[in-house]
Each structure stands twice: as structure tokens, then as C-alpha cells.
């Protein structure tokens, strides 16, 4: 029987995986690659276009959906610097405003009250309960 | 005598673990996989056992929640709700709301008793079976996972396994034990992924963030409640003679649920359908079902539940989870530093009997919490989601950065995850199979770097033992049935075109 042979060197332990997994990675990637140019020949498409193709939902949501990665983005860089607390309630309150869409004054005043709520509560039961790291 | 604590902590959080479920099941979108993993920072509070009552509530909560907006909107709350409208749905219309979510709700507690007492008695044999595994059955077994898994993926095999490669591949990111090698990690982030990515940010990450940036695409629409169907006039009331006759339709259905539950990475969408078009099978008049059919509810429901129970046994057996919301469990397990697998039920007979408990207690619970109040809890499905998501946001960044204890490392991580599973869901790469080689990625190669050891590097190890080699055989038939079963879908969807 055919016998192929791995030997497991100790200094080097630690790329024998990596170097197969990777391996059945681009084996898999060209497979697929493969049937995407079969499925366009198929199809009678070309085989670089976008046309048609769409990666958005149709009418998405595009101040909601960058919104979202803006102010998360916000949040993560003003945390340490500004403390949890306050950091919170801050970007919590434009995640409010922002999904409800509303801007009268009555709808602002609504959005910072549940942050400072849920802020305040999180960092009671995290911070001082369960005595949990905040940032 | 239980040999285990139970007080009334244990059953506040279970009592507390149902309720959050139920609303996270309710709510179309959210499921109880994302449920668990954004609780899981607060077991850091609670010793193991504890946290379990809270956890397996969540998940059995999770799992019903769904029937509410599937029976009164037709939408399924969870993937695994989505027979359970069918006919749920047609009966709310004619006057029959709250008939059918009590019939769905009974349905629910049957399936999930039957369950348990699959995972009671079927555990400990498969784990005898599984002590007996050396590196090589070890290695090949998780080989097996993860072909079961792509297998499934309907019409996109091939992404699920290159999916659960690239999961094991990024697991392998870090430093490797056998000699404390850092490998894949390039150096400007050598102190922060020392030790790779952190699983629980990753599973927030997979499961929260993601969703959240699905929904904020479509921008955070609630589903629309039409009229109040709980309200009207009820034309039919629940009674327990809804059952007669389904005896062995709830039987045959639980145990569906159930087995496809075994089955590593099915999860609850398929163990219904396939439950449901079984029941349509045997059934005396099969053209009722989908006209609001007594019996398809019933099997829906109780197939869903099944779930719960049979997912846990090839996790507390093999050490394999069967469905993305026991791959969260196993999270949680990992957390407190306790190992599953063949020898968790010897190791840990506490934990095993409070697993058993807990799930006991969930379901009664959950039949209680919805059985009686269903008129009130059904107005779950109008919370506005725009006013949950951001405190979700908040709970997940808390929940990451206390993964070990203040790392804004694991924040970071959390968002390139989330941005990761909101790729892969557009890409439709399936994003379980991803999970699972993650979680499995550093066994699989320690098994593999093991059985290597032990043979000199001869390949041959890998052939030279008998249930070796019948799972090689299992692997060749998953392979074989992916391959067909591909095909036979792929066909059916451009016919459908």
C-alpha cells in the first residue's frame, strides 16, 4: 500500500497544519472558482461584470446601514478615552436617534432618556453586581 | 439527593432565561442562538451550573418564541418556526388564534419531554462508545462534522466546506502549543492575537452583529400587525381532544426532530419541514394540511422542540455541537473551563444531571409562561426592534470587552466578525459551518499533529483501526449524499427559475 509520510519535526510543529489547511483552502477556492466560470459560460455571461448582480438589498437603507458602522466605529475610539459611562450613553443615544428616525425634540429627549436608562443599568448590574470589568 | 444545587436562583434565571427567549423568538430576525450569545458575558457571574439554567432557558424559550408571529403574521420568529404557520397561520385567520398558539405551545412541551428523554438515555451510550476513540477516530470524527455540516448546505456544498476550513484556519491563528510558536499572526498584533481570536467575541460577533447590520440595511422595519388576532372573537377554543388521534403524530415528529437534532449542523429549519412533509404523508386527509390543519401544527411544534434535546447529545458525547445554538453552548462551556466530550458525563455527573434538570424545568416553564398568559404575550411582536437594537449594542460591547477581562482587542474583534457574517449571509456562504471549524479547528489539529506523533509521520495511522475506518465510510456517504442531494436541489432551483 501506498505510504506517503509526514514526519512531525518538533521545531517546526507548528506550520504542519496551517501549511495543509491553507492547502485545501486554495484547492477548495479554485473549485469554486471553476464552477462560478462554468455557471457564467452557462449563462452566457461575462465573466468579470457586476451587471446584474447586486450586493445591497434593492432600496437598502444606506443612512441606516453606515450609520450604524460610523457610530460603532465612534464608540470603540471614544471608550477608553471617555469612560464607559459617558462613552455609552453618548453613542447609545445616536444608535437611538439614528433607528428611530424621528427628529423632534420629544423624540431626541426620549432616545438620550433610555441610554442614560440602560447605561446606568448595565453598569450597575455588570459593574457593581457582578463586579464585571467595564471600560 | 439531586446532587446538584437548586434554589431559587437557579430557577429565577430559568424563569428569567425563558422569558428573554420567548422575545427573542418572537421577534422575526432574532433567534435564540443571538439570545445565548449575547447572555453568555453574564454567566462570567454565575458558577457553571447556575449559568446552564440560564442558558438552556434562553434556548428551549428560543426555540418557542417563534410560534407566536408564525401563527399570528405568518412570519416565522425563527428559522425553525417556518412550518409552523402553514397551518397555524390559516387557523388565526378564521377566529382560531389563540386555539392554535395554545395547541402549538402543548405541542412544544410534548416535543421537548420527548427529547430529553432521547438525551438522557442516548448520551451515555454514544460516550461509552466515544471513550474508547484514540487521536485518530478523534481527528476523524471532527473530519465527519464538518462534511455532515456542507453536506447540508443546500445547493452550496462547496462554499459550506471552504467555510468550515477558512473557521479552522483562523482558529489555528496564534500561538501553538507543542512549542509556543507564534504562526499567522503578522507582528504589529503579536501581543494583542496572542492567543488567536477570542471565541466569544466571534460568536457575538457572528450572531449579534451581523443581524445588526441586516436589519440596519433594510432600516430596522417592524413586521406589520395587521389586526389583533388574539382579540377577536375566538371561534374555537383549545381543548385537550385537540390531541386526540396525534398521539403518534407527536411521537413520530419529536423523534424527527430529534434525530435530525443528532445530526451535527441541521438545525431546526429542516427537522420541521421534514417533520411536517412526513405528517402529510401518513396523514388520513393530506389536502386539509396547509388549510390550518390541527395535525400540521402539532407536528411542526413538536418537531422544533425536539431539536433542543437532540442537539445537546452529540455535544455532551463527542464533544461536537449540533446546531449553531449548542455551538454557543459549547462557548459557554469552554468559558468556565470545562471540556466536552466522551468523558464530560463521568467527569461531571453534577453537571449532567443539572443539563437533564434544567431543560426539564425550561420546558415547563416556557409551557407555563405561554400557556396561560398567551393573550398578553403575544403582543411581544410589536416591541420596537429600533429601541432594542441599541441596547444590544451596548450589551454585546460589554459582553466582548469583559471576555477577558478588558481587552479592547476582543471589541475590535467582535465588529470584524460581525462584518465577516454580514459578508458571508450576502455571499451566502453558510455561516455555521464557518463556526464550527473555528471552534473545532484547534482539537482537529491536535488530533491530527498527535496521530502523526504516534505513527513516526506514516499516514497509514489513519486507516489502521476498525472504527477508524467506519468513520471513514460515514465520511464517503456524507460526501456521496452532499454530492447528489446538491445536485437534485441545484436542478430544482433552476426549474423553479
Known amino acids: 500500500m501506498l505510504d506517503f509520510k509526514l514526519p512531525i519535526v518538533y521545531s517546526t510543529s507548528h506550520t504542519v497544519m496551517p501549511k495543509i489547511i491553507f492547502g485545501v483552502l486554495v484547492f477548495l477556492g479554485v473549485i469554486l472558482f471553476i464552477q462560478y466560470v462554468m455557471k457564467t459560460r452557462k449563462e452566457g455571461g461575462r465573466l468579470f461584470s457586476l451587471k446584474g448582480k447586486r450586493f445591497f438589498e434593492e432600496n437598502y437603507d444606506r443612512v441606516k446601514l453606515f450609520g450604524t458602522v460610523v457610530i460603532l466605529f465612534g464608540f470603540i475610539v471614544f471608550m477608553k478615552p471617555l469612560g464607559f459611562i459617558l462613552a455609552s450613553i453618548i453613542f447609545i443615544s445616536l444608535f437611538n436617534i439614528l433607528y428611530a428616525g424621528k427628529f423632534g425634540k420629544k423624540d431626541l429627549l426620549l432616545s438620550i432618556g433610555i441610554s442614560v436608562v440602560e447605561t446606568m443599568t448595565v453598569w450597575f448590574v455588570f459593574g457593581y453586581l457582578f463586579d464585571i470589568t467595564l471600560p | ?497
Request: charged share 15%; aromatic share 12%; proline share 4%.
Open chain 2, 1 to 497: 439527593m439531586l446532587g446538584f444545587e437548586l434554589g431559587l436562583l437557579e430557577l429565577f434565571v430559568s424563569v428569567l432565561g425563558v422569558g428573554i427567549g420567548i422575545i427573542f423568538g418572537a421577534l422575526p430576525g432574532m433567534t435564540a442562538t443571538m439570545a445565548i450569545a449575547i447572555f453568555l458575558p453574564l454567566t462570567y457571574a454565575y458558577e457553571l451550573h447556575t449559568s446552564l439554567f440560564l442558558l438552556l432557558g434562553l434556548y428551549v424559550g428560543g426555540i418557542s418564541g417563534g410560534l407566536i408571529p408564525a401563527i399570528l403574521i405568518n412570519i416565522p420568529g425563527t428559522p425553525s418556526s417556518v412550518t409552523t404557520g402553514f397551518d397555524g397561520h390559516p387557523m388565526a385567520k378564521r377566529g382560531e388564534g389563540v386555539r392554535a398558539l395554545r395547541i402549538g405551545i402543548t405541542a412544544s412541551l410534548m416535543g421537548g419531554l420527548i427529547s430529553l428523554v432521547v438525551l438522557w438515555l442516548f448520551t451515555p451510550v454514544l460516550a461509552s462508545v466515544a471513550i474508547k476513540f484514540s487521536a485518530v477516530e478523534k481527528f476523524l470524527i471532527i473530519l465527519f462534522a464538518m462534511t455532515v455540516i456542507a453536506a447540508l448546505s443546500k445547493g452550496s456544498m462547496t462554499k459550506g466546506i471552504f467555510a468550515g476550513f477558512l473557521g479552522v484556519f483562523i482558529a489555528l491563528m496564534g500561538v501553538f502549543p507543542d512549542n509556543q510558536t507564534i504562526r499567522l499572526v503578522p507582528d504589529m498584533f503579536r501581543i494583542g492575537l496572542r492567543d488567536g481570536f477570542q471565541l466569544l467575541p466571534v460568536l457575538i460577533g457572528l450572531f449579534a452583529f451581523s443581524q445588526l447590520f441586516q436589519e440596519s440595511e433594510m432600516g430596522m422595519k417592524q413586521a406589520i400587525v395587521k389586526q389583533d388576532m388574539t382579540k377577536r372573537d375566538q371561534t374555537a377554543k383549545f381543548s385537550i381532544k385537540d390531541f386526540k388521534g396525534n398521539f403518534i403524530n407527536v411521537l413520530r415528529s419529536a423523534s424527527i426532530g430529534t434525530f435530525m437534532g443528532i445530526l451535527p449542523g441541521i438545525g431546526g429549519s429542516a427537522a420541521s419541514l421534514l417533520a411536517y412533509s412526513q405528517t402529510k404523508n401518513f396523514s388520513k386527509d393530506p389536502d386539509k394540511l396547509g388549510t390550518g390543519a390541527v395535525e400540521g401544527l402539532i407536528s411542526s411544534e413538536a418537531a422544533n422542540n425536539g431539536l433542543t434535546g437532540g442537539a445537546l447529545v452529540p455535544l455532551l458525547s463527542l464533544g461536537i455541537p449540533g446546531d449553531s445554538t449548542t455551538a454557543v453552548l459549547v462557548g459557554a462551556f469552554m468559558l468556565q473551563g470545562v471540556q466536552v466530550g466522551p468523558l464530560f458525563i463521568t467527569q461531571n455527573p453534577d453537571l449532567w444531571k443539572t443539563i437533564l434538570f434544567g431543560l426539564l424545568v425550561a420546558n415547563i416553564f416556557m409551557f407555563i409562561g405561554m400557556f396561560y398568559p398567551i393573550k398578553y404575550i403575544a403582543n411581544i411582536i410589536k416591541i420596537p426592534k429600533n429601541r432594542l437594537y441599541p441596547a444590544i449594542i451596548l450589551l454585546c460591547v460589554v459582553g466582548a470587552f469583559s471576555a477577558r477581562s478588558g481587552n479592547m482587542v476582543d471589541v475590535i474583534t467582535l465588529v470584524i466578525f460581525g462584518l465577516i457574517g454580514y459578508f458571508f449571509t450576502k455571499l451566502k456562504v453558510p455561516v455555521t459551518t464557518f463556526l464550527i471549524g473555528f471552534i473545532l479547528g484547534r482539537d482537529l489539529e491536535k488530533y491530527f499533529v498527535d496521530s502523526l506523533k504516534g505513527s513516526a509521520g506514516s499516514f497509514s495511522v489513519f486507516f489502521s483501526r476498525p472504527i477508524g475506518n467506519f468513520i471513514w465510510v460515514l465520511i464517503a456517504l456524507s460526501l456521496a449524499y452532499a454530492y447528489y442531494d446538491n445536485r437534485k436541489f441545484q436542478k430544482k432551483s433552476r426549474t423553479m427559475k
